[in-house]
């Protein structure tokens, strides 16, 4: 994936750590190229798993795999209105955690404890949901 997870690729990640492939390891470059054995995610070049229509990365990922967990259905609608901005399902609970991961982004927090603290968040909503 590329360079300072946000809450598309954070959550992409959690998504693929919890239902689709537990031993997942993830690599941040700004070409999928650097790592040319790896599944690239949320990159801009064609390939891998991206946005596609007007779904998000870990929309693409929930479709792909056939997750129908209600809660990661949930957590994919937060993720879109943020990552998209275009308000389509009326969630704003992932804007507010887009902006802590922006500001950590902004204090320096090096990628790899940016993508680890993201997907903490993630996972502490998935949890909240019933």
């Known amino acids: 994936m590329r360079p300072r997870p946000g809450i598309d690729r954070s959550a992409s990640a959690w998504l693929i750590a919890k239902f689709i492939d537990p ?10 190229k650097s790592f040319p ?32 967990d209600a809660k990661v259905a949930a957590i994919g609608e937060m993720v879109h209105d943020a990552d998209l901005d275009d308000g389509k399902f009326g969630r704003t609970e992932g ?9 950590w982004a902004r204090d320096g927090v090096p990628d ?12 502490g909503v998935y949890h909240s949901l019933s």
């Open 37 to 68: 054995d790896a599944v690239p995610f949320d990159m801009f070049q064609s390939g891998g798993f991206g946005h596609r229509g007007d779904d998000c990365t870990f929309e693409t990922l929930r479709k792909e795999f056939a997750i129908r």
């Open 112 to 123: 790899e404890e940016l993508l680890r603290r993201g997907m903490q968040l993630i996972d």
């Open 95 to 103: 804007f507010g955690l887009d902006r802590v991961l922006i500001g």
């Open 23 to 32: 031993a997942a390891k993830f690599a941040f470059a700004a070409d999928a």
